[in-house]
Nanobody, 125 residues
Framework: QVQLVEAGGGLVQAGGSLRLSCVIS????????MGWFRQAPGKEREFVAA????????YYADSVKGRFTISRDNDKNTVYLQMNGLKPEDTAVYYC??????????????????WGQGTQVTVSS
């Protein structure tokens, strides 16, 4: 059974920072790509960032490029999302996900096989 648990969400003022973490319980975490998605109220879930297994390739949505950084620590079975320069439009529930069974595009939700329960990020203006 694969489980993902996010943490680090909260309320922050515009311009502030948060670091999200996602711990995965899996037999071999280091071999799998990971991603972060978010869903704002009344909107569809959207891609935020992704990272390959060796952490030498990262991918970002245009809306967060230059402000957010995805990273991973395979020894700790953890992936991180460092969010700087937060804006009110970043307010959403943030989800991490893992791709285990396919090699489809990391930008797509359907490419991921397991998801966390989400953590709320609220940015006040």
């Amino acid at each position: 059974q694969v489980q993902l648990v996010e943490a680090g969400g909260g309320l922050v003022q515009a311009g502030g920072s948060l670091r999200l973490s996602c711990v995965i319980s899996a037999r071999s975490f280091s071999g799998f790509p990971m991603g972060w998605f978010r869903q704002a109220p009344g909107k569809e879930r959207e891609f935020v960032a992704a990272i390959n297994w060796s952490a030498d390739l990262t991918y970002y949505a245009d809306s967060v490029k230059g402000r957010f950084t995805i990273s991973r620590d395979n020894d700790k079975n953890t992936v991180y999302l460092q969010m700087n320069g937060l804006k009110p439009e970043d307010t959403a529930v943030y989800y991490c996900a893992v791709q285990l069974y396919n090699s489809a595009s990391l930008y797509l939700q359907r490419s991921y096989d397991y998801w966390g329960q989400g953590t709320q990020v609220t940015v006040s203006s």
